[in-house]
């Protein structure tokens, strides 16, 4: 972990930039995200309704045309051959970082339709690996050249929200060093040897989100709703945004006022402005949605 001194001046003044930040990304209205800015990070929204069944049970082949769909717009290639091309090489080395949570892991679907795809991009399956918890331990990890990074999103009690950028604290074996304030310094994770400048594709998915709980490990199905998404992006942090974006809109219209996640997420925001990981203002972020509309909160 790359440590620096902070001086009591900036730790005052980033904690002021964090708690403005975190309400700006709670309650900005979705009229004020017009933008004149003419360089914004593209995130892709995708639903399809029927991805999911009455049972909850996911129909894969619809799942691997999201994934397709939505890669196919963020790159602007013409063909999913193409856009698969253009993230992944034949000759890489490929580690899918998932998330095992029992309550909300990433769906087995999802994987396998990128497996899918990195094999028919030419990578080799012995070169392919899945992993959450054992990823410093996996082999294919140990000399992964890529990273494709895909997780459910979730409220959480440590840190606010369970996101992408969270979703790397399996690579290190101190994870309560990371835990102090709301875990605010997550995104120093991504500046770790094993990860740094390898993750070529962030996959948030909001099939079913948790957007409410109260202390450790919490879970009620009532906080659960299908929304049959995926959030895709090459900037995590931008993703995560608008995942912060969708929880509190579902937040306002589930409890009728405004609740804001506790603790705040502050991490996104500060992987932006402390970390430089990636764009957390709404409003340098195009959000282009795709496929299902109702509902869609933001």
């Not at 799942?63 to 196919?72: E, H, K, P, T, W």
């Not at 949570?101 to 899945?130: F, H, N, Y």
């Not at 992964?144 to 996101?163: F, K, M, Y």
Request: contains cysteine; positive net charge; aromatic residues 6%.
């Amino acid at each position: 972990m790359i440590k620096k001194t902070i001086t009591r001046r900036k730790l005052l003044r980033d904690s002021a930039l964090a708690a403005a930040g975190s309400t700006l990304l709670m309650n900005l209205p979705a009229r004020v995200l017009a933008s004149t800015t003419q360089h914004k990070t593209k995130v892709i929204l995708i639903r399809n309704e029927n991805v999911l069944d009455s049972a909850g049970k996911m129909n894969a082949e619809i799942m691997q045309d999201m994934i397709d769909g939505a890669l196919v717009e963020l790159t602007g290639k013409d063909t999913v051959d193409q856009a698969w091309k253009s993230v992944l090489k034949p000759e890489d080395v490929l580690g899918i970082k998932s998330n095992v949570w029992r309550r909300l892991p990433t769906p087995s679907e999802l994987e396998q339709a990128i497996k899918k795809r990195a094999m028919e991009v030419g990578i080799s399956e012995s070169d392919i690996g899945i992993s959450d918890r054992g990823v410093l331990t996996d082999p294919v990890f140990q000399r992964a050249t890529a990273l494709i990074n895909a997780r459910p999103l979730r409220t959480h009690a440590w840190s606010g929200l369970g996101t992408l950028i969270k979703n790397y604290i399996t690579y290190t074996n101190k994870k309560p060093s990371f835990h102090p304030d709301s875990c605010a310094d997550l995104a120093e994770l991504w500046k770790f040897k094993e990860v740094k400048g390898k993750t070529r594709l962030n996959v948030l998915v909001v099939l079913t989100p948790l957007f409410h709980g109260v202390g450790p490990h919490h879970f009620n199905q009532k906080y659960v709703w299908s929304y049959y998404g995926l959030l895709v992006g090459f900037d995590p942090v931008a993703v995560d945004s608008v995942g912060v974006r969708l929880i509190n809109a579902k937040r306002l219209a589930y409890f009728g006022e405004d609740r804001p996640i506790n603790p705040p997420p502050k991490h996104v925001l500060l992987a932006d402005t402390r970390h430089g990981l990636g764009t957390a203002d709404p409003n340098k972020i195009n959000l282009i949605k795709l496929g299902y509309t109702k509902d869609s909160l933001i």
